[in-house]
């Protein structure tokens, strides 16, 4: 049986949550939007990443409607820190490439994770239930829990969705944020990417948080960043096993714990963890 790194979301957190979760998407839209393609100013954070308003203001906009809805949660931000909480934690990245948005490109998205205190074979801590892909340029956003991933669209459609069907690397569609070589990402990590690459059918760097939308959505087999943050791995944990799909680390284990993504479908998960892990 494939592991699973989410923990489930009850009925009553569905009802609770899942139109809430929307809500954000929609405030997070209402503040990237209008600076998309506008010439906001790009600064360099102190690790060289690069920060816009549109990354600050969204968070900030996000952080006062859940501290307003749920006071006592916990908050996880890429740009403001942490607030501390109990029961809940939210977890935010609100511009998710944000050197695609500063380049002008479709494909950056906005984060968001609900997570709870759980005590499992895990251990004990918190553990995203409910995790949003949102993609403001396109009015598109997938959200997934373990009961199963849905898009919904800008018109208010809602649909279901879920990973295609793929067991060999040489029908796959491998997505990745970085090429080995290009120096954004950890060396070692990518030195056996290339002949994964060179078995499979299409491969392509429509990464960071897109290329997690488009497995879940069916049309991507494989995703891979060895190395993530905290917040960017959250969300896409349980979008991803919602949609039928399985993730690990790098190394085979737990991604929230050691920050790396490797998603895909079951079927798939052997074979790539035998080249890659």
């Not at 993504?261 to 079927?267: F, K, N, Q, R, V």
Request: hydrophobic share 45%; charged share 20%.
């Amino acid at each position: 049986m494939n592991r699973r790194y989410s923990a489930p979301l009850s009925p009553a957190e569905a009802r609770e949550f899942l139109p809430f979760m929307q809500e954000l998407v929609q405030i997070a839209n209402g503040v990237i939007r209008p600076l998309f393609m506008s010439g906001t100013a790009v600064i360099d954070k102190a690790d060289a990443s690069p920060v816009t308003q549109a990354d600050r203001g969204a968070e900030a906009a996000l952080r006062r409607a859940i501290e307003a809805r749920y006071p006592a949660h916990a908050i996880v931000g890429e740009e403001w820190g942490s607030k501390e909480g109990s029961g809940y934690r939210w977890v935010l990245d609100p511009v998710d490439g944000t050197r695609a948005f500063i380049t002008h490109c479709f494909l950056f998205g906005t984060l968001i994770a609900l997570e709870r205190w759980v005590q499992d074979e895990h251990g004990a801590g918190f553990r995203p239930v409910l995790g949003c892909i949102s993609h403001p340029a396109a009015g598109l956003a997938v959200l997934g829990h373990l009961g199963g991933a849905t898009l919904h669209a800008a018109d208010g459609s809602a649909r279901a969705v879920a990973l295609r069907p793929c067991t060999r690397l040489e029908d796959a569609t491998v997505l990745l944020t970085s090429l080995p070589g290009l120096g954004e990402q950890v060396a070692p990590r990518l030195e056996r990417v290339p002949a994964l690459l060179a078995r499979a059918r299409l491969a392509r760097t429509w990464g960071d948080c897109f290329g997690y939308f488009a497995l879940a959505t069916g049309g991507a087999d494989l995703m891979l960043d060895p190395k993530l943050a905290y917040w960017d791995v959250a969300a896409i944990v349980p979008v991803i096993e919602g949609a039928g799909g399985v993730v690990t680390s790098w190394d085979g284990g737990d991604p929230l714990a050691s920050p790396s993504l490797i998603a895909c479908g079951p079927d798939l998960q052997p074979e790539v963890l035998r080249l890659l892990a």
